[in-house]
């Protein structure tokens, strides 16, 4: 079955981190970018981060640059999101999203070819 599967969600105060994961069956991640969103109550989906699948080069939202990192780890067809210094205003379930309608996230995608079904991120103390 192709899927992407996320996982490492949960509770956390502020100023604490997780570690979100986005693994991928049925294809190999390998020729995709891949992007992480995320998707707070009541707000339009947001784009976070975007992984090259050329050179493993990454790209950002202001909002999360310095705090937020993203890797790819092609032998285990995961990408993960590491979220430090968390801020409630985090709080949102993210989702990752892989594309091949381009290469090296400087555009933005025309489409995605998959979806993750997201997990959440609550921060609060």
């Known amino acids: 079955q192709v899927q992407l599967v996320e996982s490492g969600g949960g509770l956390v105060q502020p100023g604490g981190s997780l570690r979100l994961s986005c693994a991928a069956s049925g294809f190999t991640l390998d020729y995709y970018d891949i992007d992480w969103f995320r998707q707070a109550p009541g707000k339009e989906r947001e784009w976070v981060s975007c992984i090259s699948s050329i050179d493993g080069s990454t790209y950002y939202v202001d909002s999360v640059k310095g705090r937020f990192t993203t890797s790819r780890d092609n032998a285990k067809n995961t990408v993960y999101l590491q979220i430090d210094s968390l801020k409630p205003e985090d709080t949102a379930v993210y989702s990752c999203?892989?594309?091949?309608?381009?290469?090296?996230?400087?555009?933005?995608?025309?489409?995605?070819?998959?979806w993750g079904q997201g997990t959440q991120v609550t921060v609060s103390s």
């Open positions: 999203a892989a594309t091949t309608a381009r290469r090296g996230c400087t555009v933005v995608a025309a489409w995605y070819d998959h």
